[in-house]
């Protein structure tokens, strides 16, 4: 009974002690901390309870810390516990600390040569209100304290080496870095002393062949203030020049100099073709004078004997040539310096066309009014009867089919005259050159999609070419997309029926092609923290995946990790699938010489017509609902993605990568998911249209 009594009481005398240290470890806690942080974060941190080591080492630590990060770590002890994994990222935070973390992403490199100006200086610092970005010692115009980006721009004398210094500072210690640029601009006046011309901007830097009635164009860069003449040949002759005053952007100053020569029969010598001559410009100024030879030379021919061409590639780029413009500063398709535009559809194989000539690598032809350039590795030279590709078309047959409208154009032959086709939101012209209209000509069949077919004729529109005949189809509904081929009886046009889109969900059953940009060696644009444009974008098109998925669709994504895919598969991967969508998610970058600070947001682009309102929806969707602003609407037909008008496509840059505001919506998950809901509200108000509008 005694041994059980004592037994009892040294149970309760323990019992007693551990409490009492117990409570003696609470109240030392309390006032390890007191005095250290707020009310609030010692009452997350009383979940402690008793201090190790380890824990009154986290403590010291955090003691240093700026608020807003103080706020982050207590928060999450208090939510999850302490762990070993908290004390080792404060250990990381505060070696950073010690000395600022700093990275410059731009200029990227020492003694880099600058283009534009003034530039943008770009990269990240430790993110924290409490940290200070500075370069060449003034604030940078944006840092971002959440992700620690910052951006500002800096004017570069010309010509000379020049410093940019950053520097990033936190109480009272400080990261710097230097890079040497020189800014050499891509274009500037040339001096009047010497007398010179400029050893690369002269045209034309190809070899042309021209016919009778068509210009040879001059010009060159030269000292401003002098006289200009050019010879062709060995000529003696010389033709006047005239010095610019206006240039076309981003050309500026003077001292360019423009002359050209019309061509004449009586130039041309009765064998079809003069031999090349070579082109020399001179300036004259007081009793100096100097000379140059151009690289391109120019051959005259009659053209008395036509020279048909025919496509042998299936889906050939050709190039409508902009006779109000000229390039000096770079490279041109033509050779004799005339900016060239791509055109949005491609030539289908079997396409005949008369040359008129050539210049450098490219067969100039001509359609109507305008001229166009093909590569001549794209056609081959055919022997023909007639003048020129001439073929009647004798009638016109209307069908549906599965998913399609088909309209059939027959003709009376089976050559493949050229033709132009431009789409609007219900409408498509077709334009055929070289082809007539047959007297009787009959039009058979009717189709859900097809309206009415009309003929514009010469006295309705002016412009068009006697040679040609413009075809105007009219649709019950917008376009969802449109093909072209050729078959046994001439030429097809097949017009996409809309799909069956249920008002509640206009997202089930849609087939949607998502393409993240780039993947693999293609990075893309690279951000402030050597975060890629092709890891962002992945992870932007994960979320509108699983968005739409959710709603319904079903989604195919053209890549599902970081490799790369081409550029042609990504787009046709579409076409197979019989998409009613293609969306090409990116990440924007600025050109050198732009307004980096001002100008960001989002952009979409856009190749047909048809995607024009697509293109819009999203882009007012994407600034609802990040904030952000809208950059840009952009037409663009030299973009492969875009090229392949079956399926409805849009190319989104969703932020630009370098800029402070852009780029957490870029890099982390929250504001991922806005960039992907933005999307997936633009793609539903695109299907919604297309019902509303039927």
């Given at each position: 009974m005694k041994r059980t009594i004592a037994l009892i009481i040294i149970t309760l005398l323990l019992m007693l002690s551990i409490g009492l240290e117990s409570i003696s470890a609470s109240l030392q806690v309390k006032e390890y901390l007191e005095g250290k942080f707020p009310a609030i974060f010692i009452i997350y941190l009383e979940s402690l309870a008793e201090l190790d080591e380890s824990e009154k080492e986290f403590i010291d630590l955090l003691e240093g810390m700026p608020a807003d990060e103080q706020r982050i770590f207590v928060r999450e002890v208090y939510e999850e516990g302490f762990s070993a994994e908290i004390l080792t990222r404060l250990k990381e935070w505060k070696q950073r600390v010690e000395k600022p973390f700093l990275k410059v992403a731009f200029p990227g490199q020492d003694y880099q040569k600058i283009r534009g100006n003034p530039i943008f200086v770009y990269g990240c610092a430790f993110p924290s209100r409490e940290v200070k970005v500075t370069v060449n010692g003034a604030e940078v115009e944006k840092f971002d304290p959440l992700t620690g980006n910052f951006l500002t721009m800096v004017e570069i004398p010309a010509g000379i080496e020049y410093t940019v210094k950053v520097a990033a500072s936190l109480e009272g210690a400080e990261t710097s870095l230097a890079r040497t640029v020189i800014y050499e601009p891509?274009?500037?006046?040339?001096?009047?002393?010497?007398?010179a011309i400029h050893p690369s901007r002269i045209l034309p830097k190809q070899n042309q062949l021209l016919s009778a009635g068509e210009q040879l164009r001059v010009i060159v860069q030269g000292s401003p203030g002098a006289e200009a003449v050019f010879r062709i040949g060995n000529s003696g002759e010389e033709y006047k020049m005239t010095e610019l005053e206006s240039l076309p952007s981003p050309l500026t100053g003077k001292g360019?100099?423009?002359?050209?020569?019309l061509i004449k029969d009586s130039d041309i010598p009765t064998a079809g073709k003069t031999e090349s001559r070579i082109i020399t410009v001179i300036l004259r100024s007081g009793s100096r004078e100097i000379s140059r030879v151009l690289p391109g030379k120019a051959t005259f021919t009659s053209n008395r004997i036509p020279r048909i061409v025919e496509v042998i590639d299936d889906r050939t780029r050709f190039y409508r040539i902009r006779e109000d413009s000229f390039n000096l500063y770079g490279e041109t398709l033509g050779g004799d310096g005339?900016?060239?535009?791509?055109?949005?559809?491609?030539?289908?194989?079997?396409?005949?066309?008369?040359?008129?000539?050539?210049?450098?690598?490219?067969?100039?032809?001509?359609?109507?009014?305008?001229?166009?350039?093909?590569?001549?590795?794209?056609?081959?030279?055919?022997?023909?009867?007639?003048?020129?590709?001439?073929?009647?078309?004798?009638?016109?047959?209307?069908?549906?089919?599965?998913?399609?409208?088909?309209?059939?154009?027959?003709f009376n032959d089976k050559k493949s005259m050229p033709f132009l086709i431009e789409d609007e939101a219900d409408q498509l012209t077709l334009t055929l050159y070289g082809a007539e209209l047959s007297e009787n000509i009959k039009i058979a069949g009717t189709s859900s999609s097809v309206k009415g077919i009309e003929f514009a004729t010469q006295s309705e529109d002016r412009s068009i070419s006697e040679s040609a005949t413009v075809i105007n189809i009219k649709l019950y509904h917008l376009l969802a997309g449109f093909d072209y081929y050729r078959d046994d009886s001439g030429l097809v046009i097949s017009i996409r029926k809309l799909p069956d889109i249920f008002k509640d969900n206009p997202l089930k059953g849609r087939i949607i092609v998502i393409d993240p940009g780039h993947g693999g060696n293609a990075t893309g644009a690279i951000g402030p923290g050597d975060v890629h444009e092709k890891e962002a974008v992945l992870e932007i098109s994960r979320y509108l995946k699983q968005m739409l998925v959710e709603?319904?669709?079903?989604v195919i994504m053209t890549r599902l990790e970081d490799v790369n895919v081409n550029i042609a598969e990504r787009i046709d991967l579409a076409v197979r699938e019989q998409a009613d969508l293609f969306v090409s998610i990116h990440a924007n970058a600025h050109a050198e010489g732009s307004d980096a600070v001002n100008y960001h947001g989002h952009m979409t682009l856009y190749n047909y017509n048809f995607n024009k309102q697509l293109a819009e929806l999203i882009l007012d969707n994407l600034a609802k609902e990040t904030g952000l602003p809208k950059a840009r609407v952009w037409e663009r037909p030299d973009l492969g993605v875009l090229r392949r008008p079956q399926v409805p496509s849009v190319l989104v840059e969703t932020a630009f990568l370098m800029h402070p505001d852009?780029?957490?919506?870029?890099?982390?998950?929250?504001?991922?998911?806005?960039?992907?809901?933005g999307i997936l509200s633009g793609i539903s108000d695109y299907f919604l249209n297309l019902i509303s509008s039927n």
């Open positions: 891509s274009w500037q006046e040339m001096p009047t002393e010497p007398l360019v100099y423009y002359g050209s020569y005339w900016l060239t535009q791509v055109m949005g559809l491609d030539l289908l194989s079997g396409t005949r066309f008369q040359a008129i000539g050539r210049a450098g690598e490219y067969v100039r032809v001509r359609l109507g009014s305008d001229n166009y350039l093909i590569p001549q590795s794209n056609v081959r030279e055919v022997s023909v009867e007639q003048d020129k590709p001439q073929s009647v078309l004798s009638g016109i047959t209307i069908r549906d089919t599965r998913g399609q409208s088909e309209i059939h154009f027959n709603k319904g669709a079903r852009d780029n957490r919506y870029l890099l982390l998950p929250e504001y991922q998911q806005q960039l992907a809901f």
